[in-house]
């Protein structure tokens, strides 16, 4: 299922919207959706796509751009989580491990 399928099936499920009017250039006040509807729209995205959204606020005009949005979001994150597991690997092989003991002593 593509970001914009997933974002119109939460638009159909949460807000109980036409489908046939979720197009990617439809603008998403149109369908009624005003600051508060954003405002919950991206508590939804960020469980869906299980992303951390900025804190600085997030707006997009049409369902495309939010699903852009999405998937640059998406990508830059596991493109952060792969960068940093290397990072953390080495950090854990760098701490002092305890010694063996010798179970027959």
């Known amino acids: 299922m593509t970001t914009i399928e997933r974002l119109a099936r939460i638009l159909v499920e949460r807000y109980k919207l036409d489908p046939a009017r979720l197009t990617a250039d439809q603008p998403l006040d149109s369908l009624g959706i005003d600051s508060l509807g954003m405002v919950e729209m991206l508590f939804f995205i960020e469980e869906e796509f299980s ?30 989580q792969r960068k940093a597991m290397p ?6 092989s760098a701490r002092p491990q305890p010694a063996p003991t010798d179970p027959t002593a």
Request: no cysteine; hydrophobic share 40%.
């Open 51 to 80: 992303v951390h959204l900025p804190s600085d606020g997030v707006t997009f005009g049409t369902l495309g751009e939010a699903a852009r949005y999405v998937d640059d979001l998406v990508a830059g994150q596991k493109a952060a």
């Open 87 to 92: 990072q953390k690997a080495a950090q854990e």
